[in-house]
C-alpha cells in the first residue's frame, strides 16, 4: 500500500520569501502524486500533478513541483510567496486503483 | 464544465440521531464517487468510494455507510451519530470508466458536529 509523509506540521515564511514543503511517498510502483491546497472550512483545490513525463510540473497560482524517484520525494515550491497561500497544503500519492493517500498536511503561515 | 456539491454545509446533532449528507457532481457521467473525512488537525481518511450506481467499497469500519441511488448522486448516512462523528466530510469526484481519471476533485465539505 501506498503512504505519504510530509515531515514539516507548520511552515512560517515571510510574504514575497521563497517556500518549500517536503513531500515524500512509499509505493512500489511509478506513483501519481498531487498537491491540494485547504483554506480554512474549505474543500481541496488541485495546485497540480504528475503522472509521467518532465518531472518538473508547473501547477495554479505560481506553484512547482519536482519529481525526484531516486529520493521517493515530490516537493513543492514557490518562488515568492503571498499572503493568501496562507493555507494548508496536502501532498497525495494514487495507485493503480485511483484511492489516493494523504499526508497530515502541512500548515503555512505568512506573515507580512 | 463539472462542479461538485455538498449539503448541508454545517450540520448540528445531537448523540444517536441519525444522518444524510448528500453530494451531487455535474457535468459528467459515470463518474468515481469518494466520501473522506478530515478530522481536526489531521488528513484525509477515505471512507466510502463508488465507481457505479449501487457499487460501494467501503474502506473504513464504521458506523457509517454510503449509497449510489443516482449516477451522480452520493449519499453518506449513519442510523446513530457517535461522538467521533465529528469532524470535516468531503465527496469527490473523479473519472469513471475503464481508463478511469487519477485527478479526483473536491467538494467544499461538510461541518458535522455531534454533542
Known amino acids: 500500500a501506498q503512504s505519504v509523509t510530509q515531515p514539516d506540521i507548520h511552515i512560517t515564511v515571510s510574504e514575497g520569501a521563497s517556500l518549500e514543503l517536503r513531500c515524500n511517498y512509499s509505493y512500489g510502483a511509478t506513483p501519481y502524486l498531487f498537491w491540494y491546497v485547504q483554506s480554512p472550512g474549505q474543500g481541496l483545490q488541485l495546485l497540480l500533478k504528475y503522472f509521467s513525463g518532465d518531472t518538473l510540473v508547473q501547477g495554479i497560482k505560481g506553484f512547482e513541483a519536482e519529481f525526484k524517484r531516486s529520493q521517493s520525494s515530490f516537493n513543492l515550491r514557490k518562488p515568492s510567496v503571498h499572503w493568501s497561500d496562507a493555507a494548508e497544503y496536502f501532498c497525495?500519492?494514487?495507485?493503480?486503483?485511483?484511492?489516493?493517500?494523504f499526508g497530515a498536511g502541512t500548515t503555512v503561515t505568512v506573515r507580512a | 464544465s463539472q462542479t461538485i456539491h455538498q449539503w448541508p454545509a454545517t450540520l448540528v446533532q445531537p448523540v444517536g440521531s441519525p444522518l444524510s449528507l448528500e453530494c451531487t457532481v455535474e457535468g459528467t457521467s459515470n463518474p468515481n464517487l469518494y466520501w473522506y473525512r478530515q478530522a481536526a488537525g489531521r488528513g484525509l481518511q477515505l471512507l466510502f468510494y463508488?465507481?457505479?450506481?449501487?457499487?460501494i467499497s467501503s474502506e473504513v469500519p464504521q458506523n457509517l455507510s454510503a449509497s449510489r441511488p443516482q449516477d451522480r448522486q452520493f449519499i453518506l448516512s449513519s442510523k446513530k451519530l457517535l461522538l467521533s462523528d465529528s469532524g470535516f466530510y468531503l465527496c469527490a469526484w473523479s473519472g469513471g470508466g475503464s481508463g478511469g481519471g487519477k485527478t479526483q476533485y473536491f467538494g467544499p465539505g461538510t461541518r458535522l458536529l455531534v454533542l
Open positions: 497525495a500519492v494514487g495507485a493503480s486503483d485511483y484511492k489516493l493517500s
Open positions: 463508488s465507481v457505479g450506481i449501487g457499487q
